[in-house]
């Protein structure tokens, strides 16, 4: 599966932008996507170091939490 669909978007809510000031930042993943290939493809991407990748699944859907190394932050207009 090409890289590009394992990380579909961002996810913008209150919450999610409160947990950016813990250097986390929150993306909709494929549901085949697991915690390495997320973890490699942010790092490769947005240039940073990732810490952890936690997975939380409702329903359908499947969210990557992705904690970036202190100080680090991704630019998710890019």
Do not use: C, W, Y
């Not at 978007?9 to 930042?25: G, L, N």
């Amino acid at each position: 599966m090409p890289s590009k669909e394992l990380i579909r978007q961002p996810i913008v809510t209150e919450k999610a932008e409160r947990m950016k000031k813990e250097s986390k930042f929150v993306f909709i993943v494929d549901k085949k996507a697991v915690k390495n290939e997320i973890k490699k493809l942010i790092e490769k991407n947005h240039k940073v170091e990732v810490v952890a990748v936690n997975i939380v699944r409702r329903g359908t859907a499947k969210k990557a939490i992705v904690t970036l190394k202190s100080g680090q932050t991704i630019n998710e207009k890019v």
